[in-house]
């Protein structure tokens, strides 16, 4: 997580700049129907025939698009319902500026026109920091009609949702001394959140102007346009586990923060708001246990609300 990849806004600058073809690859596979297209930005798997829905994934902060492809196994799901999957190699980033938000739009916008997607049923979604990166953009892509591709749908997978509370629980883990990962990634993170945004100790407004949900005041204005968009909020609160491997409490945890952000925005209004806590599914695909990780998502149960009207 501490390495970042190249900046999102030059990538897709560069994306979006270039007339040249899209593909670097394109083969199809007719054992599954599917046509594989691999771009410099994504992976595409598109039905040959029928296409019934486009799910574009975005990965955590390092994983690229083969990474969400080998961690998140919903490519026979999807194969069997005819929905096409855009693996996203766009990465890097807890939180979007408005410009930033533009450039993705641009970028998802140019997918669907490239290859000829369908865009009635759109379902985007991400698993930790891409969860915050889906929920955003599917949010201003509603909120933006000229991209015509707004979402009918978007999820979460375990993601970090209140950014505040990040650099605090940030702040205990480097404290902690407990677990060397943890206390890698903490540092980091209070540096990065530090320098872009502040302390939230002293000064809350920036957390609030970037993140999905600030539970201090209650904040969760970069979601209200997704009031009438189906929204599924994917967690794994294994105590034990956080508690045996990295000394966190459940108020520390992303599940609490989760929860806390369901019952908010039912509380607001939002009718379509799915709070799904999973007990034992998280594994790595190295077999490692881990409840933070795709594999929280069941695939089947997705394709099923995502062709729900």
Known sequence: ???????????????????????????DNLTHG???????HYILEKPTKIINAVLILFGGYPQLAADIEREFEVF?????????IVYSNI??????????????????QGI???NNLPKDNIIIGGFSSGGTLAMLIGDYLIAHKNFEIAPKGVFLVD?????????????????????????????????????????????????????LFTSQSGYYGNLKNLKNTKIRLYTEPDTLWWKENRRVNYDEMNAFYIK???????????KHVEYIPTVTKGYRSNGQRHPHSWSIVDPKDLMKWLLQN
């Not at 390495?3 to 600058?13: E, G």
């Open 1 to 27: 997580m501490k390495q970042l990849s190249i900046t999102i806004t030059i990538s897709l600058l560069v994306f979006i700049c270039k007339s040249t073809s899209f593909a670097q690859n394109s083969n």
């Open 34 to 40: 599917f046509q594989r297209i691999e771009h410099d």
């Open 76 to 84: 026979s799901a999807a194969n069997e319902n005819n929905v096409a």
């Open 91 to 108: 990465n890097g980033k807890l939180w979007l500026e408005e410009n930033v938000k533009e450039l993705m739009a641009s970028h998802i």
């Open 112 to 114: 669907f026109e490239e």
């Open 159 to 211: 993601s970090p949702v209140d950014l505040a509370v990040l650099y605090e629980v940030s702040e205990k883990n480097v404290q902690r001394n407990f677990s060397e990962p943890s206390v890698e990634e903490s540092s980091w993170l209070l540096e990065l959140l530090g320098d872009k945004i502040g302390n939230p100790h002293t000064d809350i407004s920036g957390y609030e102007k970037l993140s």
């Open 260 to 270: 806390k952000l369901a019952e908010r925005l039912t509380e607001e209004g939002y």
